[in-house]
């Protein structure tokens, strides 16, 4: 990996790590520049604007996500692995380090947010949704796409709020047996 690549590579975590803990308008370049060693002008070059900087941070953000799920239409996929590894994801972000779900913290913010970052949230949500969507199609019979994407949405709903409430109360060891109790899973 090249310096500059590193460099972007330290920055976009950096981003995300504040973005997590506290929203896109409360963190800045200068604290960005400031923990990984460089100056201000440094991130500026690689991201001109904070905008550009989070946009860029979402869209990491989602296709990582995205892939670490795995292919829901998979020969050897199994449908509660599937489910399980999702609501996984979620958790490990609130006993990881106290955070929030990026999408969920910047939904929180959308009308606020500039038009660049509130597409690539959109994008987050749109693209697990229609994870989700095409798990339940394939693996749990809802064949009526209105009614998959409905209960793709309810899971993702459910999940998002769980997450706020339970960093909330710090309450993270309820999060599982919230969700299996939501889902029926146990």
């Known amino acids: 990996m090249s310096s500059r690549s590193e460099t972007i590579t330290r920055i976009l975590d950096s981003a995300e790590s504040h973005i997590c803990k506290k929203g896109y308008n409360a963190f800045s370049f200068r604290e960005i520049a400031h923990e990984i060693g460089i100056k201000s002008a440094s991130v500026h070059y690689h991201f001109p604007t904070k905008a550009n900087l ?14 670490s799920l795995g292919e829901p239409n998979s020969p050897n996929a199994d449908a509660k692995d599937l489910l399980k590894n999702y609501i996984q994801e979620f958790q490990n972000v609130l006993i990881s380090n106290d955070s929030m779900c990026l999408g969920g913290i910047l939904s929180a913010e959308l009308t606020s947010l500039p038009d660049e970052v509130a597409d690539a949230t959109r994008q987050f949500f749109i693209e697990n949704l229609r994870w989700l969507t095409d798990v339940l199609q394939l693996h749990f019979g809802v064949n009526d796409i209105a009614i998959s994407h409905f209960k793709a949405m309810k899971i993702l709903a459910m999940l998002e709020g769980t997450l ?17 109790d939501f889902l029926n899973l146990s």
């Open 54 to 67: 989070a946009a860029a941070v979402v869209l990491r953000y989602t296709d990582s996500f995205i892939k």
């Open 164 to 180: 706020i409430v339970m960093r909330s109360l710090n309450r993270e060891v309820q999060f599982e047996e919230m969700v299996e």
